[in-house]
């Protein structure tokens, strides 16, 4: 089993910035990639960043140019900085884990973006 714990979300106003941290633990091996999700009330989860073992990353169209996923501690620690924050970024932002062949979801941290 793996555990991931997300931390570092709150309330920022737009235009402000954000760093989300996921931190592995557990039975942690045959790192696969690392991935920021986010749900909107009333909307599907969508991905919005992955960082795969060999360091390729992606992002959703919406947050490319200003956000950016890096990992490290041996891939068990993944970061989501956030910058130029927009209310549409509002939503429960979920770590997700590949290890092996199986996903590992964290328990969610909400992103507030308000003034």
């Known amino acids: 089993q793996v555990q991931l714990v997300e931390s570092g979300g709150g309330l920022v106003q737009p235009g402000g910035s954000l760093r989300l941290s996921c931190a592995a633990s557990?039975?942690?091996?045959?790192?696969?990639?690392m991935a920021w999700y986010r749900q909107a009330p009333g909307k599907q989860r969508e991905l919005v960043a992955r960082?795969?073992?060999?360091?390729?990353?992606d992002y959703a169209d919406s947050v490319k140019g200003r956000f950016t996923i890096s990992s490290a501690n041996a891939q068990n620690t993944a970061y989501l900085q956030m910058n130029s924050l927009k209310p549409e970024d509002t939503a429960v932002y979920y770590c997700?884990?590949?290890?092996?062949?199986?996903?590992?979801w964290g328990q969610g941290t909400q992103v507030t973006v308000s003034s």
């Open positions: 997700n884990g590949l290890y092996g062949v199986r996903n590992y």
């Open positions: 960082i795969t073992s060999g360091g390729s990353t």
């Open positions: 557990g039975s942690i091996f045959s790192f696969g990639a």
